[in-house]
Protein backbone atom coordinates (compact mmCIF):
# COMPACT_ATOMS: atom_id res chain seq x y z
CA UNK A 1 0.00 0.00 0.00
CA UNK A 2 1.24 3.13 -1.31
CA UNK A 3 -0.03 6.72 -0.13
CA UNK A 4 -0.23 9.56 -2.48
CA UNK A 5 -1.40 12.70 -1.11
CA UNK A 6 -2.84 15.95 -3.14
CA UNK A 7 -4.30 19.38 -1.66
CA UNK A 8 -3.96 21.11 1.58
CA UNK A 9 -2.13 18.81 3.91
CA UNK A 10 -3.36 21.18 6.81
CA UNK A 11 -7.06 21.23 5.47
CA UNK A 12 -9.71 19.77 8.43
CA UNK A 13 -11.46 18.21 5.08
CA UNK A 14 -9.76 14.81 4.58
CA UNK A 15 -10.78 12.99 1.47
CA UNK A 16 -10.09 8.56 1.58
CA UNK A 17 -9.86 6.98 -2.02
CA UNK A 18 -7.99 3.42 -2.65
CA UNK A 19 -6.93 3.99 -6.22
CA UNK A 20 -5.06 1.68 -8.85
CA UNK A 21 -2.82 2.90 -11.22
CA UNK A 22 -5.55 3.88 -14.30
CA UNK A 23 -6.86 5.62 -10.95
CA UNK A 24 -3.70 7.58 -9.97
CA UNK A 25 -3.01 8.69 -14.22
CA UNK A 26 -6.66 11.01 -13.55
CA UNK A 27 -6.15 11.93 -10.02
CA UNK A 28 -4.73 15.50 -10.29
CA UNK A 29 -7.60 16.15 -12.68
CA UNK A 30 -9.87 14.73 -10.00
CA UNK A 31 -8.56 16.80 -7.65
CA UNK A 32 -8.93 20.03 -9.40
CA UNK A 33 -12.46 19.19 -10.31
CA UNK A 34 -13.45 18.95 -7.09
CA UNK A 35 -11.81 22.42 -6.29
CA UNK A 36 -13.31 24.10 -8.94
CA UNK A 37 -17.18 22.36 -7.75
CA UNK A 38 -16.37 22.92 -4.33
CA UNK A 39 -14.09 26.19 -3.91
CA UNK A 40 -13.12 24.57 0.03
CA UNK A 41 -9.54 23.57 1.07
CA UNK A 42 -9.09 19.84 1.29
CA UNK A 43 -6.52 17.19 1.16
CA UNK A 44 -7.02 13.73 -1.02
CA UNK A 45 -5.04 10.79 0.14
CA UNK A 46 -4.71 8.42 -2.58
CA UNK A 47 -3.66 5.03 -0.84
CA UNK A 48 -2.72 2.93 -3.72
CA UNK A 49 -3.43 -1.23 -3.28
CA UNK A 50 -1.03 -4.28 -4.32
CA UNK A 51 -3.69 -6.39 -5.49
CA UNK A 52 -7.22 -4.88 -6.35
CA UNK A 53 -9.55 -7.70 -6.38
CA UNK A 54 -7.99 -8.71 -3.00
CA UNK A 55 -7.08 -5.76 -1.06
CA UNK A 56 -10.93 -4.45 -2.01
CA UNK A 57 -12.89 -7.59 -1.54
CA UNK A 58 -14.55 -7.64 2.00
CA UNK A 59 -15.52 -11.44 1.42
CA UNK A 60 -14.10 -14.40 -1.18
CA UNK A 61 -15.94 -14.49 -4.43
CA UNK A 62 -15.55 -16.67 -7.80
CA UNK A 63 -14.09 -14.41 -10.57
CA UNK A 64 -16.61 -12.75 -12.58
CA UNK A 65 -14.43 -11.82 -15.88
CA UNK A 66 -11.07 -12.79 -16.06
CA UNK A 67 -9.89 -15.93 -14.22
CA UNK A 68 -8.66 -13.81 -11.16
CA UNK A 69 -10.64 -14.93 -7.98
CA UNK A 70 -11.95 -11.60 -5.24
CA UNK A 71 -10.20 -12.07 -2.21
CA UNK A 72 -10.86 -10.91 1.31
CA UNK A 73 -8.37 -8.57 2.22
CA UNK A 74 -10.63 -5.42 2.86
CA UNK A 75 -10.52 -6.04 6.57
CA UNK A 76 -6.93 -5.70 6.83
CA UNK A 77 -6.63 -2.62 3.87
CA UNK A 78 -9.49 -1.05 6.22
CA UNK A 79 -7.32 -1.44 9.17
CA UNK A 80 -4.00 0.76 7.51
CA UNK A 81 -6.61 3.44 6.16
CA UNK A 82 -8.35 4.03 10.04
CA UNK A 83 -4.46 5.12 10.88
CA UNK A 84 -4.80 7.62 8.64
CA UNK A 85 -7.45 8.88 10.20
CA UNK A 86 -6.71 9.52 13.52
CA UNK A 87 -6.66 13.48 13.74
CA UNK A 88 -10.38 13.68 15.70
CA UNK A 89 -10.07 17.36 14.89
CA UNK A 90 -10.66 16.21 11.23
CA UNK A 91 -13.15 15.38 9.01
CA UNK A 92 -12.77 12.27 6.91
CA UNK A 93 -14.98 10.99 3.94
CA UNK A 94 -14.16 7.58 1.66
CA UNK A 95 -14.76 7.01 -1.68
CA UNK A 96 -13.47 5.59 -4.94
CA UNK A 97 -14.48 4.22 -8.50
CA UNK A 98 -15.68 0.61 -9.24
CA UNK A 99 -14.38 -1.73 -7.06
CA UNK A 100 -13.08 0.87 -4.63
CA UNK A 101 -16.57 2.32 -4.16
CA UNK A 102 -17.64 -0.68 -3.33
CA UNK A 103 -15.08 -1.20 -0.39
CA UNK A 104 -16.14 2.48 0.59
CA UNK A 105 -19.67 1.58 1.14
CA UNK A 106 -18.61 -1.61 3.20
CA UNK A 107 -16.20 0.73 5.10
CA UNK A 108 -19.03 2.72 6.16
CA UNK A 109 -21.08 -0.16 7.82
CA UNK A 110 -17.79 -1.46 9.93
CA UNK A 111 -16.94 2.23 11.09
CA UNK A 112 -18.68 5.55 12.25
CA UNK A 113 -15.41 7.59 10.80
CA UNK A 114 -16.32 8.53 7.78
CA UNK A 115 -18.82 11.23 7.69
CA UNK A 116 -19.81 10.38 3.73
CA UNK A 117 -19.38 8.19 1.52
CA UNK A 118 -18.65 8.94 -2.45
CA UNK A 119 -19.45 5.87 -4.44
CA UNK A 120 -18.66 6.34 -7.87
CA UNK A 121 -20.06 3.67 -10.47
CA UNK A 122 -19.53 1.33 -7.34
CA UNK A 123 -19.12 -2.52 -7.34
CA UNK A 124 -22.73 -3.26 -6.07
CA UNK A 125 -23.26 -6.40 -8.56
CA UNK A 126 -20.50 -8.07 -5.91
CA UNK A 127 -22.18 -11.34 -4.77
CA UNK A 128 -23.46 -11.20 -1.68
CA UNK A 129 -23.50 -7.27 -1.12
CA UNK A 130 -26.90 -6.37 -1.29
CA UNK A 131 -27.83 -8.76 1.47
CA UNK A 132 -24.83 -7.73 3.71
CA UNK A 133 -26.64 -3.87 3.32
CA UNK A 134 -29.94 -5.34 4.17
CA UNK A 135 -28.58 -7.41 7.19
CA UNK A 136 -26.42 -4.36 8.34
CA UNK A 137 -26.43 -0.92 9.47
CA UNK A 138 -24.71 1.87 7.75
CA UNK A 139 -22.72 4.07 10.06
CA UNK A 140 -22.51 6.95 7.66
CA UNK A 141 -24.87 9.91 7.21
CA UNK A 142 -24.53 10.34 3.40
CA UNK A 143 -23.53 8.23 0.68
CA UNK A 144 -23.06 9.67 -2.56
CA UNK A 145 -24.21 6.51 -5.69
CA UNK A 146 -23.82 7.00 -9.21
CA UNK A 147 -23.73 4.29 -12.35
CA UNK A 148 -23.43 4.91 -15.94
CA UNK A 149 -26.16 4.51 -17.91
CA UNK A 150 -24.89 2.14 -20.36
CA UNK A 151 -23.59 -0.59 -17.41
CA UNK A 152 -26.26 -2.86 -16.68
CA UNK A 153 -26.23 -3.51 -20.54
CA UNK A 154 -23.32 -5.00 -20.05
CA UNK A 155 -23.09 -9.28 -21.33
CA UNK A 156 -21.63 -10.31 -18.02
CA UNK A 157 -24.49 -11.47 -16.47
CA UNK A 158 -23.39 -10.44 -13.23
CA UNK A 159 -22.40 -7.60 -13.87
CA UNK A 160 -25.37 -6.88 -15.87
CA UNK A 161 -27.32 -7.04 -12.41
CA UNK A 162 -25.64 -3.62 -11.24
CA UNK A 163 -28.79 -1.27 -12.23
CA UNK A 164 -31.04 -3.59 -9.97
CA UNK A 165 -29.00 -3.44 -6.98
CA UNK A 166 -27.76 0.25 -6.93
CA UNK A 167 -31.54 1.31 -7.49
CA UNK A 168 -32.10 -1.33 -4.34
CA UNK A 169 -28.93 0.19 -2.57
CA UNK A 170 -30.55 3.91 -2.81
CA UNK A 171 -34.10 2.57 -1.89
CA UNK A 172 -32.72 0.81 1.17
CA UNK A 173 -29.94 3.52 2.32
CA UNK A 174 -33.21 6.43 1.95
CA UNK A 175 -35.49 4.29 3.87
CA UNK A 176 -32.98 4.30 6.71
CA UNK A 177 -32.84 7.72 6.91
CA UNK A 178 -29.29 8.36 5.05
CA UNK A 179 -28.84 11.69 3.23
CA UNK A 180 -28.66 9.84 -0.43
CA UNK A 181 -28.48 10.48 -4.10
CA UNK A 182 -28.31 8.87 -7.02
CA UNK A 183 -26.57 10.26 -9.92
CA UNK A 184 -27.13 8.64 -13.63
CA UNK A 185 -24.19 9.15 -15.83
CA UNK A 186 -23.90 8.78 -19.67
CA UNK A 187 -21.45 5.96 -20.76
CA UNK A 188 -20.67 2.40 -19.94
CA UNK A 189 -18.21 1.57 -16.36
CA UNK A 190 -14.73 2.92 -17.94
CA UNK A 191 -16.20 6.50 -19.37
CA UNK A 192 -14.58 9.57 -17.39
CA UNK A 193 -14.04 7.70 -14.26
CA UNK A 194 -12.12 10.75 -12.79
CA UNK A 195 -15.04 13.06 -13.15
CA UNK A 196 -17.45 10.97 -11.59
CA UNK A 197 -15.28 10.23 -8.88
CA UNK A 198 -14.81 14.07 -8.47
CA UNK A 199 -18.84 14.51 -8.88
CA UNK A 200 -19.27 11.90 -5.61
CA UNK A 201 -16.71 13.77 -3.34
CA UNK A 202 -17.75 17.37 -4.54
CA UNK A 203 -21.50 15.93 -3.26
CA UNK A 204 -20.48 14.42 0.20
CA UNK A 205 -18.22 17.23 1.00
CA UNK A 206 -20.87 20.06 0.55
CA UNK A 207 -22.17 21.65 3.31
Known sequence: MTIHEFGDPKADTVLIQPVDEYDLAGIENEVSLIAASRGKSFRLIAVK????????????APAVFGKEDFGEGAGVTLAKILKLCADEGKKYYIGGYSLAGLFALWASYRTDIFKGVAAASPSVWFPGFADYMKGNE????????SLGDREEKARNPVMATVGDRIREAYSLLSECGVKCTLEW???????DADIRTA?????VIQD
Open 49 to 60: VDNWNTDLSPWK
Open 138 to 145: IRTGAVYL
Open 185 to 191: NEGNHFK
Open 199 to 203: KAFAW
